[in-house]
């Protein structure tokens, strides 16, 4: 989730013709993919390079991304009543609360689909190609859009209430943030929680167990480029922590890796290595420690 830097509407043909670049080594990784993306991980990509190639499909950024004190400005309980105006306010107090309610919402999911800039774009597609078609071929069509659906909610939620309490205690805050980070982060949690989470790797040269892989990158991350939301990527890991710690979850995670373990493609090769840079980085897995 980096912050906002550029407006995307202003693009010379230069920066066209390096945009057409990058998609085309898009198209060269994802043609070296072990597994093809499922509809979902597809489609996602697909829209968001359609948002970003043609800006005027989505609103401008700036009134769609998520900060702590506007997000909490629209939640906040209403001082003419909260709850009560819904069950006793006139229909304009009603239609007013809802007005914001939908604002919130649309602004925790738009500001996903959206990217600042080529680069941001490129990283998050080229990482969502890897982990998405990972997740979606072991969890199955209607689990993995749950799964989509809840991280970017979750993750969106997370980092606004992130964003409050670092500003409550004066330590930061989360300002205009954009991009699909958060929820791949999720999707990082999560196949390193389910993917032999005490084997040691390295991430970036540091050697730890992959359970805790997300958590060193997410603080690296914050470290190498200054540009991305430390916030944004904290509530998107923790987000897939708290789904793959839920109650049914290992379970379902079992069932899950034996699927794709015993699918023709997966033999030869672990589908369920994931991990990676995302948001800002290059794409990359976590290396073993043999």
Same mark, same amino acid.
């Given at each position: 989730?980096?912050?906002?830097?550029?407006?995307?509407?202003?693009?010379?043909?230069?920066?066209?013709?390096?945009?057409?670049?990058?998609?085309?080594?898009?198209?060269?990784?994802?043609?070296?993919?072990?597994?093809?993306?499922?509809?979902?991980?597809?489609? /996602?990509?697909?829209?968001?390079?359609?948002?970003?190639? =043609?800006?005027? +499909?989505?609103?401008? =950024?700036?009134?769609?991304?998520?900060?702590?004190?506007?997000?909490?400005?629209?939640?906040?309980?209403?001082?003419?009543?909260?709850?009560?105006?819904?069950?006793?306010?006139?229909?304009?107090?009603?239609?007013?609360?809802?007005?914001?309610?939908?604002?919130?919402?649309?602004?925790?999911?738009?500001?996903? +689909?959206?990217? *600042?800039?080529?680069?941001?774009?490129?990283?998050?597609?080229?990482?969502?190609?890897?982990?998405?078609? &990972? /997740?979606?071929?072991?969890?199955?069509?209607?689990?993995?859009?749950?799964? &989509?659906?809840?991280?970017?909610?979750?993750?969106?939620?997370?980092? *606004?209430?992130?964003?409050? *309490?670092?500003?409550?205690?004066?330590?930061?805050?989360?300002?205009?943030?954009?991009?699909?980070?958060?929820?791949?982060?999720?999707?990082?949690? +999560?196949?390193?929680?389910?993917?032999?989470?005490?084997?040691? *790797?390295?991430? /970036?040269?540091?050697?730890?167990?992959?359970?805790?892989?997300?958590?060193?990158?997410?603080?690296?991350?914050?470290?190498?480029?200054?540009?991305?939301?430390?916030? #944004?990527?904290?509530?998107?890991?923790?987000? #897939?922590?708290?789904?793959?710690?839920?109650?049914?979850?290992? +379970?379902?995670?079992?069932?899950?890796?034996?699927? &794709?373990?015993?699918?023709?493609?997966?033999?030869?090769?672990?589908?369920?290595?994931?991990?990676?840079?995302?948001?800002?980085?290059?794409?990359?897995?976590?290396?073993?420690?043999?």
């Amino acid at each position: 989730m980096p912050r906002e830097r550029q407006t995307r509407r202003d693009r010379d043909p230069l920066q066209l013709a390096f945009l057409l670049l990058l998609l085309s080594r898009l198209w060269q990784q994802y043609q070296r993919l072990p597994i093809r993306p499922g509809p979902i991980t597809s489609a /996602l990509v697909l829209v968001m390079i359609a948002l970003h190639l =043609v800006p005027g +499909l989505s609103p401008p =950024v700036q009134d769609v991304c998520i900060s702590s004190s506007h997000m909490w400005r629209l939640l906040k309980p209403s001082s003419t009543g909260g709850i009560s105006v819904w069950l006793f306010g006139l229909r304009g107090q009603r239609r007013a609360l809802w007005a914001r309610a939908s604002e919130g919402a649309q602004r925790l999911v738009v500001s996903t +689909l959206l990217h *600042v800039d080529d680069l941001h774009l490129y990283y998050n597609m080229a990482s969502l190609l890897w982990k998405g078609g &990972v /997740l979606e071929d072991g969890m199955g069509l209607e689990r993995f859009c749950g799964f &989509v659906a809840y991280a970017t909610l979750m993750s969106g939620a997370l980092a *606004v209430s992130f964003g409050w *309490v670092a500003e409550t205690l004066q330590l930061g805050t989360l300002q205009c943030a954009v991009g699909f980070s958060g929820v791949l982060y999720a999707m990082s949690a +999560l196949l390193a929680l389910h993917d032999s989470p005490d084997r040691p *790797v390295r991430v /970036l040269g540091i050697p730890v167990r992959r359970r805790y892989a997300v958590w060193v990158e997410v603080v690296v991350a914050s470290l190498l480029h200054s540009h991305v939301s430390f916030l #944004g990527h904290l509530a998107g890991a923790a987000a #897939g922590a708290l789904w793959a710690l839920a109650p049914g979850a290992r +379970l379902a995670a079992a069932v899950a890796a034996a699927r &794709v373990q015993s699918s023709p493609a997966s033999r030869g090769t672990s589908r369920f290595r994931g991990g990676g840079r995302v948001g800002g980085g290059a794409s990359r897995e976590y290396v073993p420690v043999d």
